[in-house]
């Protein structure tokens, strides 16, 4: 009967050790997650338009990712070229991913489409890794095209990484 007791003691001080632990994890999950929002939240002016090296107009960062194409337009798939600017460890440190994020909703979405036009075609996160060649198109270290599609109108913040390390942003309008 002692040694029942017992178990039962230890198995409820192991619970409760236990779910202390789970809280404080929580907590701090919690509040990195409230930081980036607040962070995030205040990134929503739209992107400049910049000038290559080349005099080509270009919207986003820059010195860091610009995009090139014509008007964003809700349920199109439209063709769009990617630049990027940064060193040959950078660019070719992994995938380029874009995460678009809906003011509006906060949700966030999948643009990249693959195999456009075909049965084969979906979004996706990302499109694989970048070449790296400097002074390449309009001047830029690593171009990418690609074919974009956003699911209605509003304002969409394209978050782009290269690997696990978010490389730039770019804020639009899509009509």
Not at 74 to 101: C, M, P, Q, R, Y
Not at 145 to 174: C, H, M, Q, Y
């Amino acid at each position: 009967m002692r040694k029942a007791l017992c178990s039962i003691f230890l198995l409820v001080i192991l619970l409760i050790v236990g779910c202390s632990q789970d809280n404080k994890e929580n907590a701090n999950v919690n509040t990195t997650n409230a930081s980036s929002v607040s962070e995030e939240n205040q990134q929503w002016d739209l992107s400049p338009e910049f000038e290559t090296s080349t005099g080509d107009k270009l919207v986003g960062q820059e010195g860091k990712v610009g995009i090139i194409g014509g008007e964003f337009k809700a349920g199109d798939i439209n063709k769009w070229l990617w630049h990027f600017w940064g060193d040959e460890k950078t660019i070719k440190s992994g995938n380029f991913k874009v995460v678009a994020v809906n003011k509006d909703t906060g949700e966030k979405e999948k643009v990249l489409v693959t195999d456009a036009g075909t049965a084969n075609e979906r979004k996706v996160w990302n499109y694989g890794e970048l070449d790296y060649s400097p002074n390449g198109i309009r001047g830029s270290d690593s171009s990418r095209p690609s074919n974009l599609s956003f699911p209605k109108a509003g304002i969409w913040r394209l978050e782009v990484f290269i690997g696990a390390e978010r490389f730039g942003t770019i804020v639009i309008d899509v009509k």
